[in-house]
């Protein structure tokens, strides 16, 4: 059974850091493309981040416009967790953070950001961000 549990969202002032995670059971992320997505209320959910690590098809990193020099994803193959550090943060980017996991092909199209395109889930931790 495939699980993924993210952690690590909280409440913090605008130009604050967050570090969210996603841990992954049943589900390899050294071979998957691992997306985060957001969504706040009243707003659909938008493609944050996603992260194939590499090996012999080379790596991937993929970042929305909007949080481009701020947001880093990382990974910890050791850990099966993949990580979003948030830096700089906004009151704009507060949502409900989700992690997914999708096959590696996802990483090496132009769909990344597409939620349609990610087969497992997580539950979502909450960022809030004050001005």
């Known amino acids: 059974q495939v699980q993924l549990v993210e952690s690590g969202g909280g409440s913090v002032q605008a130009g604050g850091s967050l570090r969210v995670s996603c841990v992954a059971s049943?589900?390899?992320?050294?071979?998957?493309?691992m997306g985060w997505f957001r969504q706040a209320p009243g707003k659909e959910r938008e493609g944050v981040a996603a992260?194939?690590?590499?090996?012999?098809?080379?790596?991937?990193?993929y970042y929305a416009d909007s949080v481009k020099g701020r947001f880093t994803v990382s990974q910890d193959n050791a850990k099966n967790t993949t990580y979003l550090q948030m830096n700089s943060l906004k009151p704009d980017d507060s949502a409900m953070y989700t992690c997914?996991?999708?096959?590696?092909?996802?990483?090496?199209?132009?769909?990344?950001?597409?939620?349609?395109?990610?087969?497992?889930w997580g539950r979502g931790t909450q960022v809030t961000v004050s001005s």
């Open positions: 992260i194939f690590p590499g090996g012999g098809k080379g790596g991937r990193i």
């Open positions: 997914a996991a999708g096959p590696t092909y996802v990483c090496f199209r132009d769909s990344w950001w597409n939620h349609r395109e990610y087969g497992y």
């Open positions: 049943g589900y390899n992320v050294s071979s998957a493309c």
